[in-house]
């Protein structure tokens, strides 16, 4: 069975950090390029970060560039973000979803995990 | 950055009915726009790829179209398990991608 399961999240204070996880299965991992995407409770969805298929290749969106940093290891089928500088504009269920094509960055996506909920918080 | 711009934001519809959902981009986005279910409590779900290309298991009744600015989203009978939240998404010219806001299709 294809699947992504997250990790990591939790109650953070205002400037503090956090790092995330995602663990896919029942796929080629390295065949695929990755995201995260995250929707503050009650709201609509928003893309984080991707990255391509080796890492050589990253993006994220405006409200993050600087603090956030997207990673993944290959050999652990495992996608990563670290988030520093924690705001409370970033308390939000962030899901890791795959790629709906493989090779290059496409930017849709067509495996989502269920998410991990980072809380900012004083 | 492109802006997709959703309506209506909810959509009262019958079941047995169509469902007609509208999707705008700011500026051309060719066909690299994506459709998204999402019901309560769940991960979003692909409709539609491509603009109008249904992703794997997708019913028939669901269908998109457009290019450039304007999209559609079409539901051609409505299920009582299809009354959920649509976004749509463009992916052209990654990074960033975005979605509109989201349209709550509920039952009337």
């Known amino acids: 069975e294809v699947q992504l399961v997250e990790s990591g999240g939790g109650v953070v204070r205002p400037g503090g950090s956090l790092r995330l996880s995602c663990a896919a299965s029942g796929f080629t991992f390295d065949d695929y390029g990755m995201s995260w995407v995250r929707q503050a409770p009650g709201k609509g969805l928003e893309w984080v970060s991707g990255i391509n298929w080796n890492g050589g290749s990253t993006g994220y969106a405006d409200s993050v560039k600087g603090r956030f940093t997207i990673s993944r290891d290959n050999a652990k089928n495992s996608l990563y973000l670290q988030m520093n500088s924690l705001r409370a504009e970033d308390t939000a269920l962030y899901h890791c979803?795959?790629?709906?094509?493989?090779?290059?960055?496409?930017?849709?996506?067509?495996?989502w995990g269920q998410g991990t909920m980072v809380t900012v918080s004083s | 950055e492109i802006v997709m711009t959703q309506s209506p934001a909810t959509l009262s519809v019958s079941p047995g009915e169509r469902a007609t959902l509208s999707c705008r981009a700011s500026q051309s986005v060719s066909s690299n726009l994506a459709w998204y279910q999402q019901k309560p409590g769940q991960a979003p779900r692909l409709l539609i790829y491509g603009a109008s290309t249904r992703a794997t298991g997708i019913p028939a009744r669901f269908s998109g179209s457009g290019s450039g600015t304007e999209f559609t989203l079409t539901i051609s009978s409505l299920q009582s398990e299809d009354f959920a939240v649509y976004y749509c998404?463009?992916?052209?010219?990654?990074?960033?991608?975005?979605f509109g806001q989201g349209t709550k299709l509920e039952i009337k």
């Open positions: 979803a795959r790629d709906f094509t493989e090779g290059a960055v496409a930017g849709a996506f067509d495996i």
């Open positions: 998404q463009q992916y052209n010219n990654w990074p960033p991608c975005t």
